[in-house]
């Protein structure tokens, strides 16, 4: 295909392009923008600015635009539109047979497509065919002479066809016939021809005028300096012209971030990357070659690896608590420290990592007796055997619970040992997790550890001190310092290094890093099979950012630690409460002497809240001694101040009669008073 010169809009560009001659070069040259040149298509952003290079590489149809000529409107309609269309015929005539080839291609699908008469008649060799007669163009053929001539099929008025070979040089008057074949909008768009063409509705109660049809494509091409493929549709209202000649050397650059750059094949390594988009601020990362990754740059990169890293945190007693990623070839040694609880439960934590775990008390503990908690004196040392689960005493307000303990073995001297060894079962106490005891961790292992080693055989967390240096480092910020280990990451690492510097390698982590490379053609910074022995950085300075993320996405979740159970002593000092006005009322029974108060109950006592429905449940109520007169005026009801009863005077005035009774209705209120308490 020859170049489309001049400049043109996307959509006319698109719409006479041949398909079989991408991929195109366009340069954008004008248009309509909106939000900075940004579109925003079906969720994909394009951005087309004045100047851009796009590499069109495939063409997708999405619909077809139908565009009214008369009432100039225009609306889409989908590619499977049922719909049939009518070709509207060309009023112009056409002077020659070569016209009318070189105008309308002709091809397979134009076999009874196209069909003409002439205004006059036509003599062809010893055949005449009189004027008006309609001929239906089929193929363009060559003679034995090399003269090309077109097959035609006449069409009588018995409707009997017969064929006529027309040579190209024929001059006349031709006339394009009326076609009422119907055609599908998916052969319009797929035709040459007939893309060209106006039609009309077959529907003849329908009228309306002639409609243009012009394809809607979903363009994919590479743009210079963007990322991968990017998709748009043709009707951006964009002017472009063909470049596709002048811009042949032109290499597109596609931009690959780490986690691409890490899905390479291993062939592709080692290669030299440019640095594209640099990380303008990485939350992540503190270390000292972050620096060097900045726009333009140039790096060597080795490999791409799994790598195990350790994350360890330095104490909070420093100025700026630090926190860094350990390579597992980190050439250091630690020692191993003694780990700090601060309560039973964090004892069994450790222990079910590490089983055999020795303890000593630093702080004396008084036990509490109701909870059977035993006391702890500092120094005491025990040895951690199992977890037991027992059901706690049954209370009168309560049923039994279960309560999860620690069964540890005080540790006594080698002497008493081997004196009581048939009594070590007597040195077994059991802790309840909820025990807010001190301990610290005994350790009898005196043995410098790798950080390999450390990984393998132990668990984590994990408190150390760095006791000697990783030698291949120039400076190792780990020298003499206290660490806590608290776990192991496997991540994706790309390592690189400067091209300065080639031996002298680090790893890019893939998921915690942003950076954007392209590959380039520069030679590698050493002679050819010399590549130099790596020196590898291995620690990597991270942020408490980083630190809190490797939290959150941590597998293992702790289960909560237990809460302790109700304390007893709330439940022996609401019995004594209850209990008070039991014992009242007994001392004023045994002193009916006593005066009675005659202040108002209301103002001094209140009413006893009522019995809980444990106590009350299937109880009848207790029987009530009959009383003399003497006791029921002497002792007045403490605890209900009945609203039929008025205030009276209690001495009464000993009547003549012979029977000192006490009135029915008197006795009748005690009683009432007596029961409801």
Same mark, same amino acid.
């Given at each position: 295909m020859e170049d489309i010169d001049g400049v043109l809009a996307l959509r006319d560009y698109i719409k006479h392009v041949d398909h079989s001659s991408l991929p195109r070069i366009l340069q954008v040259c004008s248009g309509v923008y909106f939000q900075g040149s940004v579109y925003e298509i079906s969720g994909s952003e394009v951005c087309l600015s004045t100047g851009d290079l796009v590499k069109i590489t495939s063409l997708k149809l999405l619909a077809v635009s139908c565009e009214d000529i008369i009432n100039n409107t225009s609306f889409e309609l989908p590619i499977n539109h049922s719909g049939l269309f009518t070709l509207v015929r060309e009023e112009l005539p056409y002077s020659t047979i070569e016209e009318i080839v070189g105008l309308l291609p002709v091809g397979v699908d134009a076999i009874g497509s196209f069909s003409f008469f002439s205004k006059n008649d036509l003599i062809i060799e010893n055949l005449t065919v009189p004027a008006g007669t309609e001929m239906n163009l089929l193929t363009v053929e060559l003679n034995?002479?090399?003269?090309r001539f077109v097959r035609c099929q006449l069409m009588g008025q018995q409707e009997v066809a017969a064929e006529v070979h027309i040579p190209f040089s024929c001059h006349g008057e031709f006339y394009?016939?009326?076609?009422? #074949?119907? *055609?599908?909008? *998916?052969?319009?768009? *797929?035709s040459a021809r007939l893309r060209t063409r106006r039609f009309s509705k077959t529907n003849p109660d329908t009228c309306g005028s002639p409609l243009f049809f012009s394809p809607v494509y979903e363009i994919q091409g590479i743009m210079h300096m963007r990322k991968n493929i990017v998709t748009f549709p043709s009707t951006l209202e964009v002017d472009v012209t063909d470049v596709t000649e002048q811009c042949k050397h032109i290499t597109f650059v596609t931009p690959l971030s780490l986690a691409e750059v890490a899905v390479q094949p291993n062939e592709a390594f080692p290669t030299m990357a440019e640095i594209l988009e640099g990380p303008m601020a990485n939350p992540f990362l503190c270390c000292s070659w972050l620096k060097e990754l900045q726009k333009n740059k140039h790096l060597v990169l080795h490999n791409c690896n799994k790598t195990r890293m350790v994350l360890a945190c330095a104490p909070k007693g420093r100025k700026t608590q630090q926190y860094f990623l350990l390579s597992q070839s980190y050439g250091g040694q630690v020692r191993r420290r003694a780990r700090e609880f601060s309560s039973v439960y964090e004892v069994y934590m450790a222990f079910s990592l590490s089983p055999g775990l020795r303890v000593?008390?630093? #702080?004396?503990f008084e036990g509490i007796e109701e909870e059977g908690v035993p006391a702890l004196s500092a120094g005491e040392q025990l040895e951690v055997l199992r977890l037991q689960t027992a059901n706690a005493s049954e209370t009168e307000l309560g049923a039994p619970g279960s309560v999860e303990s620690l069964i540890c073995k005080r540790i006594e001297d080698e002497d008493e040992d081997d004196d009581e060894?048939?009594?070590?079962?007597?040195?077994?106490i059991c802790l309840p997790l909820f025990t807010p005891a001190n301990f610290v961790e005994i350790l009898l292992d005196k043995k410098k550890y790798g950080l390999t080693e450390l990984v393998k055989n132990v668990s984590f967390p994990l408190d150390v001190k760095v006791v000697s240096h990783d030698k291949t480092l120039e400076k190792d910020p780990l020298g003499g310092l206290i660490l806590r280990l608290e776990g192991v990451l496997e991540e994706t690492t790309v390592l690189a290094s400067l091209p300065e510097t080639p031996d002298k390698c680090f790893e890019l982590p893939v998921p915690w890093l942003q950076l954007s490379l392209s590959f380039i053609s520069d030679p590698l910074p050493w002679p050819d099979s010399k590549s130099p022995e790596v020196q590898l950085q291995t620690v990597t300075e991270v942020t408490e950012h980083f630190y809190h993320e490797y939290k959150l996405t941590e597998k293992t979740v702790a289960p909560p630690p237990p809460r302790p159970p109700k304390r007893k002593t709330v439940t022996l000092q609401s019995q004594k409460v209850c209990a008070k006005p039991k014992e009242a009322t007994l001392h004023i029974k045994s002193s009916p002497t006593v005066k009675p108060d005659h202040s108002p109950l209301g103002q001094t006592k209140r009413r006893p809240p009522p019995p809980t429905p444990n106590e009350t449940e299937d109880v009848p109520p207790p029987l009530v001694p009959r009383k003399s007169i003497s006791e029921s005026i002497a002792i007045p009801n403490m605890y209900v101040k009945s609203p039929r009863q008025k205030p009276r005077n209690t001495e009464r005035k000993t009547s003549g009669s012979d029977h000192d009774y006490e009135p029915v209705e008197d006795l009748l209120t005690t009683l009432d008073h007596i029961m409801f308490y």
């Open positions: 034995k002479d090399g003269e394009e016939c009326q076609n009422d #074949r119907g *055609y599908s909008l *998916y052969e319009i768009m *797929y000593s008390v630093t #702080r004396h060894g048939c009594e070590s079962s007597e040195n077994e």
